[in-house]
């Protein structure tokens, strides 16, 4: 991040990189979903139907691996002379390329639909997720180019965006969280120990997809002039925590977990019944952590694009079904893009990525 060294983060391991690590995330990011390839399928729509793919998918993975790890070291020409940084790739499969491997699997299972969206046939679904952040603003389009030059004509893409989170706020000893377009501080809950990564985060099994974890990717408009109209006072009561120091109205440091229960003397809630914090609360909701990754944009228009990873897919879809009963966050949204993508687990020389799953 700015103002601090960039440290090179390793591409191998039993994880991707570019999910837990590096912490904080870097402050520029480039998404690119594509399709592969295929006959019987119909460009620019997630196809539920079975498919022949014109390449095999394995392969394409692995080359895809190892152009990452050349990127990451510096040694592909493809980077034009620039240095890499801190740079991550990050490579999900969609539900069609899960459900070819196994149509039991994590992953297999495309998203449902919710109100308060506005998604072309283009902007939902997707076969291949490329998450590219990096500190230096120029890396991450410089990759993404070689990435899909590497790809060939196996892949068309069917939509990117560009990202960049705004200045860390330190959340406690060892977490930051970036700020939103709103004002607030964004991604403060989640699975940020060992232990909870992995209970909510990391997928155990079955052993093909074992080290790999979940994504869901939603580009969100923002009606920034309503909410802006607000008071102070009264956008607090959106999120239900203070603007200024993320601190939850409930009272408590910003790390403190609301305490949802508290009430005032005349019997109203603390954080108010439709309050985000409150609605979006794992214990209401009874599904487990979500870790976020949350961008804002600016083109085609002001807004975020959330990126959130866990191990089970009904964590993202109870808690947005819990919210969009009456979420007040939700009024000032509006969904424009929508996937979900199985994050491959990691790879090293002698493990390709997508080997264990694409054999």
Request: aromatic letters at 4%; glycine letters at 12%; one cysteine or more.
């Amino acid at each position: 991040m700015p103002g601090g060294p960039v440290r090179a983060v390793p591409p191998t391991g039993a994880h991707q990189a570019g999910v837990v690590l590096p912490q904080p995330a870097q402050g520029n990011l480039l998404v690119v979903v594509a399709d592969l390839a295929s006959t019987g399928s119909t460009r620019g729509a997630a196809s539920t139907t079975s498919t022949t793919f014109t390449g095999d998918v394995g392969s394409l993975l692995a080359e895809l691996g190892t152009t990452v790890s050349a990127l990451a070291s510096g040694t592909d020409a493809r980077l034009l002379g620039l240095p890499p940084g801190d740079l991550t790739v990050t490579i999900g499969v969609g539900p069609r390329l899960v459900r070819a491997a196994g149509p039991s699997l994590p992953g297999a299972t495309d998203l449902p639909r919710f109100s308060r969206e506005r998604i072309t046939s283009q902007a939902r679904g997707g076969d291949l997720l490329l998450q590219i952040c990096a500190s230096d603003a120029l890396v991450p389009a410089v990759v993404a180019t070689a990435l899909l030059d590497r790809a060939g004509g196996r892949l068309r893409e069917r939509w990117r965006q560009s990202a960049r989170r705004g200045a860390n706020v330190p959340v406690d000893r060892t977490l930051t969280a970036p700020r939103n377009l709103l004002g607030f501080i964004d991604g403060i809950v989640g699975p940020h120990t060992a232990a909870a990564q992995a209970r909510d985060l990391w997928l155990a099994g079955p052993a093909p997809v074992a080290g790999g974890t979940l994504a869901v990717v939603r580009r969100m408009e923002l009606d920034l002039p309503r909410f802006a109209a607000l008071s102070v006072a009264e956008q607090e009561a959106v999120f239900g925590r203070r603007r200024t120091t993320g601190a939850p109205l409930s009272g408590g440091t910003v790390a403190a977990d609301p305490a949802l229960g508290a009430k005032t003397p005349d019997g109203r809630y603390l954080v108010p019944a439709d309050a985000h914090v409150r609605r979006a609360n794992a214990n209401a909701v009874g599904a487990g952590l979500m870790l976020r990754r949350s961008y804002s944009i600016d083109d085609p228009t002001a807004g975020l694009l959330f990126v959130s990873f866990q191990n089970d897919l009904r964590t993202f879809t109870s808690t947005l079904a819990h919210m969009d009963d009456s979420d007040a966050l939700l009024g000032f949204t509006t969904a424009t893009a929508s996937a979900t993508f199985l994050v491959l687990p990691g790879f090293t020389p002698n493990r390709p990525l997508g080997s264990t799953l694409f054999p």
